[in-house]
């Protein structure tokens, strides 16, 4: 997994089609994804419940490029090693998941897998002022966790922040939440370059008529590369 900072759009399966899940990976990558992104929820740091690593363990065969797991969980330390058997590229906690994170990124990357780190949109980016060398990506969520089709939230000084903190570290930062072609060049344009989208990619579109996919991909990418019209 190489790092660059071109825009990369992360379909999450949290928007697919539960029953199909492995069709549903293999169709949007086919129609363009850079990644994708597997929400996990457990019921107690976010109201909703969705699914473990044995799901990811499922679809892995079914994903040809990047895996990025993210963990709406807590507590998070005891699960990483599944994850990364499960065949997680990149595990994702939240600052706000336990007393340690700078432990869990620790551990996250002895697991082998590249190390992230989430802020709900109340957690500043100083937050993480000190994680940045044990970290792969910031991800910054502009929706509180929990639900997908959430109104997006403008998180724009919090990525500028985050970007100048990071200067040349290899680091991404990731935005989850509310993506769609008028919320990407925003995003964009402020210092990100993985962008998450759940129902703006799967809508409209099935494992049988996937091309609507391919469509809402090139209009998120186009409006976050400045190109969309």
């Not at 869990?104 to 949109?121: D, E, F």
């Not at 993506?179 to 925003?186: E, F, H, L, S």
Request: aromatic share 6%.
């Amino acid at each position: 997994m190489s790092f660059d900072r071109t825009i990369k759009i992360a379909p999450s399966i949290l928007a697919a089609d539960f029953a199909n899940f492995g069709a549903e990976c293999a169709a949007v990558e086919a129609q363009g994804a850079d990644w994708i992104h597997v929400d996990v929820m457990d019921g107690h740091f976010v109201p909703n419940i969705t699914f473990g690593p044995a799901t990811c363990a499922a679809i892995r065969p079914h994903i040809k490029g990047v895996m990025d797991v993210h963990l709406m969980i807590s507590p998070v330390d005891a699960y990483i090693e599944d994850f990364a058997r499960a065949g997680a590229d990149v595990i994702t906690a939240h600052v706000e998941a336990g007393p340690h994170i700078h432990r869990t990124l620790q551990a996250i990357r002895a697991s082998g897998a590249k190390a992230g780190v989430a802020l709900n949109p109340g957690t500043p980016a100083d937050s993480v002022a000190d994680l940045l060398d044990l970290t792969d990506l910031v991800c910054v969520m502009t929706v509180n966790p929990g639900f997908g089709g959430q109104k997006f939230i403008d998180m724009t000084n919090k990525i500028k922040a985050l970007r100048a903190m990071i200067g040349d570290r290899p680091v991404h930062i990731e935005i989850d939440g509310g993506v769609d072609p008028t919320t990407a060049p925003v995003v964009a344009q402020a210092g990100a370059d993985v962008l998450v989208a759940g129902s703006a990619v799967f809508r409209g579109g099935s494992v049988d008529d996937p091309a609507p996919y391919g469509e809402n991909i090139r209009a998120i990418r186009a409006a976050a590369e400045g190109t969309y019209v």
